[in-house]
């Protein structure tokens, strides 16, 4: 072996040498650096216990369909959601009052009333008055409420004053209240009506004018 090739072969090993291990120097730089990156990284936390696997069913997730079919929290908190409760519950009460009692002849009318209270609980929760607007829901909805007021009325004076038994008394007594109910729920659309056919007038009335002002300039 040559003197120079002795030379090369004795002498440090460098990074542009090629060499395939790292110096001494190297090493220790890095061995000095190894706590810092450590400490840079921390290692990842521990798993929450409370976590759910993925795998695992999650039966939360059928909440929003079943939840699409109930009605709104905030109709059900306005006046006309607690009306149409009240109607619901009262006609139901009546219905199994007379189903109990000596008077069952008259349990029909308030067994409508109640699916009758239903189907509109449902179609206004829905919003089904904006999806169909070719039924005049509020027309439908008045004459609902004052035939229900008329036909609560005038069967619970007669299964008060006819019939003795304590069901048909009571059966009476929630027809009363219902008989309130209904006649409420009827002024209130009445007003809510009459507020839009004179908002209609109203209307018509500054367009005339302003039609008629322009013909005169």
């Known amino acids: 072996m040559s003197p120079r090739a002795q030379l090369v072969w004795l002498g440090p090993p460098s990074a542009q040498s090629g060499f395939p291990f790292p110096s001494c120097a190297q090493s220790k730089r890095e061995r000095g650096r190894a706590p810092a990156a450590a400490a840079m990284w921390p290692p990842d936390p521990e798993p929450d216990p409370d976590r759910e696997p993925a795998g695992r069913s999650q039966p939360r997730a059928a909440l929003p369909g079943l939840r699409a079919l109930l009605p709104a929290r905030a109709f059900l908190c306005s006046l006309k959601g607690r009306l149409l409760l009240a109607e619901t519950g009262l006609s139901f009460i009546t219905f199994v009052c007379y189903v109990?009692?000596?008077?069952?002849?008259?349990?029909?009318?308030?067994?409508?009333?109640?699916?009758?209270?239903?189907?509109?609980?449902?179609?206004?929760?829905?919003?089904?008055?904006?999806?169909?607007?070719?039924?005049?829901?509020?027309?439908?909805?008045?004459?609902?409420?004052?035939?229900?007021?008329?036909?609560?009325?005038?069967?619970?004076?007669?299964?008060?004053?006819?019939?003795s038994d304590g069901a048909s008394k009571a059966a009476g007594v929630f027809g009363f209240f219902a008989t309130i109910v209904f006649a409420i729920d009827f002024y209130l659309i009445f007003n809510d009506v009459a507020k839009f056919l004179k908002q209609g007038d109203s209307a018509d009335e500054t367009a005339a004018d302003k039609t008629e002002g322009g013909r005169v300039l």
């Open 100 to 163: 109990a009692s000596s008077a069952s002849a008259f349990l029909t009318a308030p067994l409508l009333e109640f699916l009758l209270a239903l189907c509109f609980l449902f179609a206004d929760a829905m919003q089904l008055n904006d999806k169909w607007q070719g039924l005049c829901w509020p027309m439908m909805d008045f004459l609902r409420c004052v035939t229900a007021a008329l036909i609560y009325f005038a069967i619970s004076i007669t299964a008060v004053a006819k019939y």
